[in-house]
């Protein structure tokens, strides 16, 4: 479908459709790895010694501001 929809496009768009779909898929990509981080750090947070939560806040805010 997507290689039905870039041929119907004209040239001069198809880079920045395909941008658009690279870049989506990349938001997509940092999404998730925000989401599986929330589980070591909510888990560290509730264990037995939660300054073991700093390194992975350290990781999830990595993945939120990129």
Do not use: E, Y
Request: hydrophobic share 65%; net charge positive; aromatic share 4%.
């Amino acid at each position: 479908m997507i290689r039905t929809l870039l041929c119907l496009l004209p040239a001069n768009r198809r880079r920045a459709v395909i941008a658009h779909l690279g870049l989506t898929v990349l938001g997509i990509l940092l999404r998730a790895v925000g989401a599986v981080l929330l589980v070591p750090l909510v888990s560290a947070l509730f264990g037995p010694s939660p300054a073991d939560a700093w390194p992975w806040l350290a990781a999830l805010a990595a993945a939120t501001v990129l």
